[in-house]
């Protein structure tokens, strides 16, 4: 069964550093989002991305953060200059020409130091 | 303002009853509703959704229910096994702008004991 692969499955960066996670999505999927997870937390929303483009984005999806899809296969988060409350498991996702049920990737996660 | 609740208290239940969670919200009016079954480190996998036109939807051993009126949705887990110990998520398709945003309760924990 096809599905979501992200990498690295855990990224320890310093205070500052810039991290880029990267994603596979389902090959014929066409909207890509990337949610984050807080320990002990709910998943929350950070932003969608349909038609080479962002569709929505979260206030938590602030100037240090972007997305790209550099090519046709992936899809990759970046944050720029890392805070310690970046801390969280990074999850992507994938939907089909439905747009409904999302399909996670087993997600990364980051510990800033 | 819009929240998505449901119970923070872990559900323990005896293997072989069932399980029922619930998911409550206000202030929102979801086209449909989802659930979703999520394990420690682990993304989470999709189970169900349900319509707004619809009342109840099954797969399995699992029967979700959506009252609008209420703004209630009721997940049931028949026949529990241990196996089914995670934490179950509902989420609700949330419009933002021109588009529509997966937005996700905090979950529930259901822990079934041999």
């Known amino acids: 069964e096809p599905e979501v692969t992200q990498t690295p499955s855990h990224q320890v960066t310093q205070m500052g550093q810039e991290v880029i996670l990267r994603c596979v999505p389902i090959?014929?999927?066409?909207?890509f989002y990337w949610y984050r997870q807080i320990l002990g937390q709910k998943v929350e929303f950070l932003v969608s991305?349909?038609?080479?483009?962002?569709?929505?984005k979260s206030e938590i999806f602030d100037d240090q953060f972007s997305v790209e899809r550099p090519d046709g296969s992936n899809f990759t988060l970046k944050i720029r200059s890392t805070k310690l409350e970046d801390s969280a498991m990074y999850f992507c996702a994938s939907t089909g020409t439905d747009n409904e049920k999302l399909f996670f990737g087993s997600g990364t996660q980051l510990s800033v130091l | 303002s819009q929240k998505i609740e449901q119970n923070s208290e872990a559900l323990n239940i005896q293997e072989g009853k069932t399980a029922t969670l619930t998911c409550n919200y206000t202030?929102?009016?979801?086209?449909?509703l989802q659930w979703y079954r999520q394990d420690p480190g682990r993304g989470p996998v999709f189970l169900l959704l349900i319509r707004e036109n619809e009342k109840e939807k099954r797969k399995e051993r699992l029967k979700v229910t959506f009252d609008t009126t209420l703004k209630q949705s009721l997940f049931h887990i028949t026949a529990s096994q241990p196996a089914d110990s995670a934490t179950y998520l509902c989420?609700?398709?949330?419009?933002?702008?021109?588009?529509?945003?997966?937005?996700f309760g905090r979950g529930t924990s259901l822990i079934v004991h041999p």
């Open positions: 202030n929102y009016s979801p086209a449909y």
């Open positions: 991305f349909y038609n080479n483009e962002i569709s929505e």
């Open positions: 989420a609700l398709r949330v419009a933002s702008g021109g588009s529509y945003i997966p937005t």
């Open positions: 090959s014929n999927h066409l909207y």
